[in-house]
């Protein structure tokens, strides 16, 4: 049966309305990412910048007796950082790191999914946020929870990939990323549940300090190591 001629009429009408709306939004969205861009500290900035202060008491010998706040250990670069702890991160958080723009189509999609099918419980989307946006919400955001933050995550994310490398980004991730125990970073969460530095982990450990991220108190192997070791199992 052939479509009425009002209703072919009608729906070119939208379907021009909504390309040049598509059209406007993408306009919007890379302008929106070019002075974000431009706007983003240089690498080496911030690398120098932390996420709070460790206060530390040193005795009349310069030894160190008690270590207050946040810990902050050795700044690992990206050859010094173990291969194991690289992969480990990227097989846990982010899979398909390598290979999107700074945000993540695939893993938006079964979010969104997620979200239909969990509608009216209150849970929110979970496994939508690439490295490059946790990165953008930890460096220049807050965890409160809203669909502008989102958004602007996004943004970020699209802008630090456009500027850094993936290499710079990861060695950024994991040397500011939150572990639990009060430590940032791969170095100072070796050294708080391993007792050594971050260049010496091994495929277990990095496989326990990946599994920390989703949630540091609850995975913490010095809080419970039977969770550590389970959500271990899950990154190998």
């Known amino acids: 049966m052939a479509m009425p001629q009002k209703v072919k009429i009608w729906f070119w009408r939208l379907f021009k309305i909504g390309l040049g709306l598509g059209a406007a939004g993408l306009i919007a969205l890379v302008a929106a990412v070019v ?75 079964r979010a969104a ?43 970020l994310a699209l802008a630090l990939e456009r500027k850094f490398s993936k290499d710079q980004i990861l060695e ?8 639990g125990g009060g430590a940032y970073g791969i170095d100072a969460a070796s050294r708080r549940f391993f007792g050594h530095p971050g260049t010496k982990l091994s495929l277990s450990e990095a496989a326990i300090v990946a599994g920390l991220v989703k949630a540091p108190s609850y995975y913490s192997p010095t809080a419970d190591s039977e969770a550590a070791l389970a959500r271990a199992k899950v990154v190998l």
């Open 35 to 109: 002075v974000a861009m431009q706007s983003l500290p240089s690498f080496e900035s911030l690398k120098s910048s932390t996420n709070g202060q460790m206060i530390r008491v040193h005795a009349a010998d310069g030894t160190v007796i008690v270590s207050l706040g946040p810990s902050f250990g050795r700044w690992l670069g990206y050859d010094e950082i173990p291969r194991t702890m690289k992969s480990a991160i990227v097989a846990v958080e982010d899979k398909r790191y390598r290979y999107h723009p700074g945000v993540d189509p695939v893993g938006m999609a």
């Open 113 to 155: 999914v997620f979200a239909f099918n969990n509608r009216g419980t209150g849970r929110r989307m979970q496994g939508a946020s690439t490295i490059t946006q946790q990165l953008a919400r930890n460096i220049f955001l807050n965890n409160s929870y809203s669909m502008g933050r989102k958004v602007r995550e996004m943004i």
């Open 172 to 179: 950024l991730y994991l040397n500011k990323v939150y572990f």
